[in-house]
């Protein structure tokens, strides 16, 4: 399953390269998997997803914004290599000694090709604002007019923790988001003051991860055969399936908790040099 995050980020090198990992020992099976699961092309992914995230941060918290050299900020310093590197580095560290055989056997399979196809496909749709917002409307009927496909969604949601994996994955990315605007010079507050404010947000971010989770997997599984998206279900209920879950969603949120933390510096950085 690839990375389900609904959050955008932005790497800024002007403070420092996203803190690379030592680089785990080679394990084929691993190397094999992170190529099944086409990292590289979630994060090409993500590198637009940051694009117009970092966008909109910037016309909404810098006062006259120059919104031209802001998108060459972020353009330039949003580094896909490194990001790949950090996050299939970590992967392998998360996954080493673990048997993750028959999860690269589905992978490797012409069923297991077509579920990554479009999840990645309806990831695309998806940096389209306009898509994304007509995907969440229609699927709020979703259970009214395809009872079989919104009882498979909810299905996977629990089998794979999405909610739970989502909601602690932006609490996370929100609080270093806060931390570097504190550090930044731009929010004056305490650690206390800085957790009390995120973990404020926990419900709401439930609720909104809980309707963008659905939405989402609404358009990428719809062009599946039912049979095709129960046994990708039944993949995760496996011990195996269930790991490779865990390293999924822990070396990418280790990715976005230091690109929030750069970006926070970023903005506090240029809040800082405004004139008043």
């Known amino acids: 399953m690839i990375h ?12 420092t390269a996203l803190a690379v ?54 353009a330039r310093l949003y580094d896909t290599e490194n990001m790949f590197a950090v996050v299939s580095n970590d992967f392998r560290e998360e996954l080493q000694g673990a048997d993750i055989g028959p999860v690269v ?8 090709q077509e579920v990554i196809a479009s999840e990645l496909a309806a990831r695309r749709v998806f940096l389209d604002a306009a898509a994304e917002d007509a995907a969440m409307a229609r699927f709020q009927t979703l259970e009214e007019d395809d009872p079989d496909l919104s009882a ?14 989502n909601v602690m994955g932006t609490l996370n990315a929100s609080l270093m988001f806060y931390r570097g605007l504190r550090d930044g010079g731009a929010y004056d507050a305490t650690e206390d003051e800085i957790f009390a404010d995120v973990w404020s947000q ?24 039912p ?26 949120d280790r990715m976005y908790e230091e690109i929030s933390y750069l970006m926070g510096r970023a903005i506090g950085d240029q809040l800082r040099s405004t004139p008043l």
């Open 105 to 112: 056997d589905y992978f490797a399979s012409v069923e297991g």
């Open 21 to 74: 990992p030592a680089i785990a020992e080679p394990d084929d099976d691993i190397d094999r998997l992170i190529t099944l699961l086409r990292f590289e092309e979630t994060v090409e992914i993500m590198h637009l997803e940051g694009l117009r995230y970092g966008g909109e941060v910037g016309r909404q918290l810098i006062p006259d914004v120059d919104e031209a050299g802001w998108a060459e900020d972020v």
């Open 202 to 225: 926990e419900d709401d971010t439930r609720q909104s991860s809980a309707e963008w989770l659905g939405a989402f997997l609404m358009v990428a599984y719809e062009p599946l055969d």
């Open 152 to 165: 498979q969604i909810a299905e996977l949601i629990d089998d794979s923790d999405l909610i739970e994996f």
């Open 4 to 15: 389900l995050l609904r959050r955008g980020c932005a790497a800024f090198g002007l403070f």
């Open 227 to 252: 049979a095709q998206l129960a046994a990708y279900a039944a993949l995760y209920r496996t011990a195996e399936g269930r790991e490779v879950n865990r390293a999924i969603f822990a070396s990418f």
